[in-house]
């Protein structure tokens, strides 16, 4: 039988087409980032805790539209291959964006994020683009890349919308729409299919398409299960940046949306650094297990540096500490894709991205509502980070479910440089519904 985990051969180069499509997207998405929040409170007359109430209902609905549609997405990549899905995805993006730039008031705005929401799903299927075609040894700096092109992406994008928005506030919105229908084109042209018909999925099961059938995977193994945990905390600590960062700047340092471009270009330099090139030599020497909890560890202190911080150039000082947390996220898409078949890994993604979904659902109206809360003109004392203080409180408790999850992992790798080996998977058929063949079912010999 052949190896199931092995990667499939497709033209050279497509982890670069893979890695440019997403960096596109993610530049896109940046370009947008400091001018967002600040349409919203133009729509409200400039009221900055009316704002951030609303722009949290924002994150709240784009999560929940990816929390629906994006396990469909990933079982339509594992049925039909990962090309359409990702292509459909840069095209509705583009089209989306445009729709933004003419919303003439808050509702249509609102209209576009649900939009948006809906059609942000070639991040989901680029991760199982990354496993089709990357063997599991080499997969974690791969993975590391693709956290590379989100750094380029935050970069440039954010300092570019500064400066577009500093001219009109919807400039920014075409400009990320011309380069999002602009990628659509470019994949259009160059991206190769990375799973072939052999190794997709039977058939399209909505009873695994559906949010809450999509989370079952997760649980069909104990580690995958604690894996998924621990992101899922993450994912919603992670929630604060997106929902207060930019209203938090301007309110405690008085920044501008120059300034905040600025940072979160700084962010993006920082990612780049880690992702780009320190996960590739030091995850396989510290080995997966290691790596995770160690970038754990980086995001409690960061989250806690970025609230304490008096003054910009404090809080910027917080930034490559935060960055280290880099090491997270490439172990753990590793170590979660080593515990599911080839045609499982778009249904693995659309869970990441389910659980992403209701992690943005409960995030930008809990950060949001703190963060009003505590910089309310009615309080005798004003806690401005306090948002932050809870994500580092939740990354915390991240860590200690970390450590309990991957308990049986080795904490060191099995030898000098190389990463850690994951039990041979063997492939059965497990019967459908209708009694016949159904998905391909991964299990594990005793420990």
């Known amino acids: 039988m052949p190896d199931s985990q092995s990667p499939q051969p497709v033209r050279r180069g497509a982890l670069a087409f893979i890695f440019v499509t997403v960096l596109v997207d993610v530049l896109a998405l940046g370009i947008v980032i400091p001018v967002l929040p600040k349409l919203v409170e133009n729509f409200l007359g400039g009221n900055t805790a009316g704002a951030a109430r609303i722009f949290g209902a924002f994150g709240t609905v784009w999560a929940l539209m990816q929390f629906i549609f994006a396990p469909i997405l990933g079982m339509v990549s594992d049925r039909f291959g990962r090309r359409p899905v990702i292509l459909i995805s840069c095209l509705g993006l583009g089209l989306d964006y445009a729709f933004m730039a003419c919303a003439p008031t808050l509702g249509w705005l609102f209209v576009g994020r649900i939009i948006s929401g809906i059609t942000a799903a070639s991040f989901a299927t680029a991760g ?102 621990i992101y899922f905390i993450v994912f919603v600590a992670h929630q604060v940046l997106t929902s207060v960062f930019v209203l938090y700047s301007m309110f405690r340092y ?26 590739k030599p030091i995850v396989p020497r510290l080995g997966e297990r290691r ?35 880099g090491f997270f996220g490439p172990s753990a898409q ?23 979904g209701i992690a943005g659902m409960i995030g930008p109206g809990l950060f949001t509502l703190i963060f009003a809360h505590y910089i309310a003109p009615t309080r005798t004392v004003q806690i401005p980070g306090a948002a932050f203080y809870l994500a580092s409180v939740l990354m915390g408790g991240a860590f200690v479910a970390a450590w309990m999850a991957t308990r049986s992992m080795p904490m060191r790798p099995p030898g000098p440089g190389r990463a850690e080996e994951t039990p041979p998977l063997t492939e059965e058929f497990e019967l459908g519904e209708s009694g016949e063949p159904g998905a391909t079912q991964v299990t594990y010999p005793a420990s």
């Open 334 to 356: 590793s170590l979660m894709s080593k515990r599911v078949s080839p045609s499982e890994q778009g249904q693995l993604q659309g869970a990441n991205s389910s659980l992403m």
């Open 128 to 229: 199982a683009y990354i496993a089709d075609v990357t063997p599991s040894e080499r997969r974690a700096a791969s993975y590391g890349f693709l956290g590379a092109a989100w750094g380029f992406g935050f970069a440039f994008g954010p300092a570019l919308g500064g400066l577009l928005g500093g001219i009109n506030p919807r400039l920014p919105f075409w400009v990320a729409a011309v380069l999002a229908l602009a990628n659509a084109a470019y994949g259009w042209f160059v991206l190769p299919e990375s799973l072939p018909p052999e190794k997709r999925s039977p058939r399209f099961v909505w009873a695994r398409a559906n949010p809450v059938g999509s989370l079952r995977l997760l649980r069909s193994h104990h580690e995958l299960f604690g894996l998924a945990a």
């Open 254 to 279: 008085r920044w501008t949306e120059s300034q905040v471009g600025l940072c979160l270009a700084i962010v993006g330099i920082c990612s780049i650094v880690v992702q780009g090139i320190l996960v």
């Open 291 to 325: 790596a995770l909890l160690l970038g754990l560890v980086f995001g409690v202190a960061g989250f806690a540096i970025f609230g304490w911080a008096p003054s910009g150039a404090a809080f910027c000082c917080g930034i490559p500490v935060f960055a280290l947390i």
